[in-house]
């Protein structure tokens, strides 16, 4: 009888032992997978398209995600980046949508209104930030700019127009005709060319337009107007941008100077701008992405304008064409020697 109840009690002891050994794995699975994230214990899956790659939207994309480090979601502790480049590519930008809403990305940044647009249409659901998007309203993404009312919202590029010809005045005084090239398929730079023209021709210049499609459009568009304008102006047009020199080597060679959209085209040889930090821009819309992250709605966040803008001047582009900058345009500027 002793016998028999001793080894009762080691089985009960043997079966206690194994029950809490179980408990304290399935403790220390928990433990694991908690550990995979920060935070609220969830680790965010961010789609990031690019249209093409270029300065300006190259700077927006890091920016952004330096602005969502800034608030906390840093890559490889609570948040996955998916990063894709479109080249300038529409059926790549219909790939890139269907891979981001096949994978449930809880966020995706469209860097330029083409990516935008194409995100767009291809869900309703997931919250998109834009970013390098200069009229939301007009290329059909939000409701208004004050309520997007949507699943989109984003900062815009909107140039300052007025200032940019008033900047080229200012160097240029004589330019009586200005010209422009730009894709006719970007909404964003039709709307800049608008306002350019506008406002242009309210101070007596005559400006002449020639449109591309692609890249192998530009020379032959640049050419055409060669010999008949006094200078430039090139809004903030990805096609254009992704290949400034092939422009710059035909207006060089003419001696007529380029006044630019943003500082990146002027590094890309341009002569002037007074712009947009495309940086500075992505890091604006990385705090917005947080703040969706965070709980707010692209619905009710109106789209947000750039707070940083620069005089850029390329001084070595400047000799090169015979030109003096004035003083008051080199005070406080960002001079590329």
Do not use: W
């Amino acid at each position: 009888m002793r016998l028999s109840n001793v080894s009762k009690r080691c089985k009960l002891l043997a079966l206690g032992a194994a029950a809490v050994l179980s408990l304290g794995l399935m403790a220390g699975c928990g433990s694991s997978d908690q550990s995979s994230s920060s935070g609220s214990g969830k680790t965010y899956k961010i789609g990031i398209v690019q249209l093409v790659e270029h300065n300006a939207l190259d700077a927006a994309n890091k920016g952004f995600v330096d602005g969502l480090k800034e608030r906390g979601f840093e890559e490889g502790k609570n948040i996955t980046i998916d990063r894709q480049n479109a080249q300038a590519d529409q059926s790549n930008l219909q790939n890139i949508a269907q891979r981001f809403v096949s994978a449930k990305m809880d966020l995706i940044c469209a860097i330029a209104t083409p990516a935008a647009q194409t995100m767009a249409n291809a869900t309703h659901d997931i919250p998109i930030v834009g970013t390098a998007i200069t009229d939301y309203e007009g290329a059909k993404l939000v409701a208004s700019n004050k309520e997007p009312k949507g699943n989109v919202t984003g900062t815009s590029d909107m140039n300052p127009v007025k200032e940019q010809i008033d900047l080229l005045l200012k160097i240029k005084p004589d330019a009586k005709t200005i010209g422009t090239v730009y894709c006719s398929s970007e909404v964003n730079s039709e709307v800049q060319v608008k306002a350019m023209k506008e406002y242009a021709e309210s101070k007596g210049l005559t400006v002449k337009v020639a449109t591309i499609s692609t890249v192998n459009d530009i020379q032959q568009a640049a050419q055409s107007l060669i010999g008949s304008v006094d200078a430039f102006y090139e809004p903030t047009d990805n096609i254009i941008a992704s290949a400034m020199p092939t422009l710059i080597d035909i207006t060089n060679a003419a001696k007529v100077p380029v006044i630019c959209g943003e500082p990146n085209m002027v590094k890309a040889g341009g002569l002037a701008t007074y712009g947009i930090d495309y940086y500075k821009l992505g890091v604006q819309t990385g705090h917005m992405a947080a703040d969706i992250l965070e709980g707010k709605k692209p619905a009710s966040m109106p789209i947000e304008m750039a707070k940083d803008l620069k005089v850029t001047v390329n001084k070595a582009n400047a000799a090169l064409l015979g030109i003096t900058f004035p003083e008051d345009v080199l005070k406080d500027a960002d001079v590329i020697e």
